[in-house]
Structure formats: structure tokens, C-alpha cells
């Protein structure tokens, strides 16, 4: 290669021959070259100033939990000290200094920082729930098995999907309606029960027509306690959530949820007749 007619002994060519410009030769022939990339300068790209502090990481088992876990917290910089903090605030260099894994126990909020020659890294964080241990769900009518969020227990994990439902955390049931049946271990005051819901009409994604709570000591005698109706008509197709609330005031075991479906889509909706959908992503009693 030659520029002006002078050998060029670079694989890049830089900004400052560029603007004076010149003719730039590149000699070939039918054979390859093959030390022609040995000779040559090569580029190099090195970030010197503003140096970015990479982000800690937080490593646990899984985002709920019934029993006490140890936390772990690690950076990729080892020279990098890490802060934490537990109460929700924003980590500094007055935090506590991460030196070994955190047991968690409860609900908590985890937050942490890298920081290395007084620059910080930002903040990760991550949120653990602690689930009740005296509650056990029955699934009567089985979700599908492409809308199964994760499992049996995905509706009393504390975690809410979001509207954005292919991301997952929602459980899906067509053509028949959802029947679960909520294990209290004992027969025990129940304030209130509700059952979190989404609708995507579009994507035949309809709120449960009602949503029937029965009550039972036994297991086998229920007793109707409410039935609450969706505020929300079909022809709405804002992607939405809806909380499906009853207030109980009793004292009870079992509790059975009949979430009634849509069924067939009406007559305007491009997909008519076919069945709708209903998806589910958490039960709260409290």
C-alpha cells in the first residue's frame, strides 16, 4: 500500500491523512499475501479517561423464599470495594462494606455499590419476599402448559407479573374457567382474598366475567361468601390488570376461587367464536 507514493505500514488509516487527502495505492495480485497483516501497524482503541466502575452483582437463590437464605454479593473488579444497604436507601462509602454473605429472613429490599479511587459503579438492587408457609394452593383446572409462569405455586409467590405478559409470571387457562382451592392448614380469621387478573382482548386475553370466593372448614362444604364482577368491558383493548377483591371477615380454611371466562369471542373481534383466555398472576389472603 502506498499513500503520495509512499509505503503506508498501517492496517487503518488516520483522520489527519484523510484531511489532507492524497492517493491511496493498494497493490494486489492472485496470490494471498499471507504475512502481509504481520508488518503492518495495527489500531488500538484504549478508554484512559472517565473510566466506568462496573456494577456489582447480587446472586440468591430465587426472588421468594420460605425458608432463611444466604445472599451473595460480587463484582468483576476485584480491586472495586463493595457497600450495601438493607433498608431501601442508596448505598455511599458510609454504607456497610460487603466482606461475607448476608442471611435474608424477610421481606427486604437489597442495594449495592462498587466504587474504586472514589468513583461508584450504579446501583443494582433486588427485592426478596418471604412466603407464607401456612398456605397451600390447588390448581383444579390445569393453566397451559405455554402459559405456566413457573409451576404450581406461581400463584402464591409473591410476584405480580406486569402488563407486558410475554415477559412471563402469568399462568393461562382457555376453554374452561379457573378453579383453585387455597389451604389456610387451619381453620383461621380471613380478612380479605383477591385475585390478580389481565386483559389483552386482542390477544383473546379477557377478564374473568366474575370471580366467586366459596368458604369451607372441611374441604368438602362450601359456602358461597361473594361474587365480584369485572369492572372492565371486552371492547376495552387498553392492555390492563385488574384486582379481583373480596372482603371475607370470616374464619375459615379452604377457600375456592371460580373464575368465570369470557368463552367465545363476540361476533367484532377479528378472531370471533374462538375461546378467550384468562390469565392469572398471584392470590393475596390476608
Do not use: C
Not at 219 to 224: A, Q, V
Amino acid at each position: 500500500m502506498n499513500l503520495d507514493k509512499k509505503v503506508y505500514s498501517k492496517l487503518f488509516i488516520n483522520y489527519d491523512d484523510i484531511t489532507k487527502g492524497g492517493d491511496f495505492e493498494v497493490f494486489t495480485g492472485r496470490l494471498a499475501n499471507k504475512i502481509f497483516t504481520q508488518d503492518p501497524e495495527k489500531p488500538v482503541s484504549k478508554i484512559t479517561d472517565n473510566l466506568i466502575i462496573s456494577n456489582p452483582y447480587i446472586i440468591a437463590p430465587a426472588k421468594s423464599f420460605k425458608q432463611p437464605f444466604s445472599l451473595e454479593i460480587k463484582d468483576q473488579d476485584t480491586d472495586a470495594k463493595t457497600y450495601y444497604t438493607l433498608d431501601g436507601s442508596a448505598p455511599t462509602a458510609s454504607s456497610t462494606p460487603y466482606t461475607q454473605p448476608i442471611t435474608i429472613s424477610d421481606n427486604i429490599t437489597v442495594k449495592a455499590i462498587a466504587i474504586k479511587e472514589g468513583k461508584s459503579s450504579f446501583v443494582d438492587e433486588a427485592s426478596f419476599i418471604k412466603l407464607r408457609n401456612d398456605i397451600k394452593l390447588t390448581i383444579l383446572n390445569k393453566y397451559l402448559p405455554n402459559y405456566a409462569a413457573k409451576g404450581d405455586e406461581s400463584l402464591i409467590d409473591g410476584q405480580h407479573g406486569t402488563t407486558n405478559w410475554r415477559l412471563g409470571n402469568w399462568q393461562g387457562y382457555q376453554g374452561k374457567d379457573f378453579i383453585a382451592i387455597v389451604d389456610m392448614s387451619a381453620v383461621k380469621p380471613i380478612k380479605q382474598i383477591s385475585v390478580s387478573t389481565l386483559q389483552d382482548s386482542r390477544a383473546w386475553i379477557v377478564f374473568p366475567k366474575y370471580v366467586q370466593f366459596w368458604t369451607s372448614n372441611d374441604g368438602k362444604t362450601y359456602k358461597l361468601a361473594t361474587t365480584v364482577n369485572t369492572k372492565v368491558d371486552i371492547k376495552d383493548t387498553n392492555v390492563q390488570t385488574q384486582e379481583f377483591t373480596a372482603p371475607l371477615n370470616t374464619n375459615a380454611r379452604y377457600i375456592k376461587l371460580i373464575a368465570k371466562q369470557y368463552g367465545p369471542l363476540p361476533d367484532w373481534h377479528e378472531n370471533k367464536g374462538s375461546q378467550s383466555y384468562i390469565f392469572a398472576d398471584e392470590i393475596t389472603v390476608e
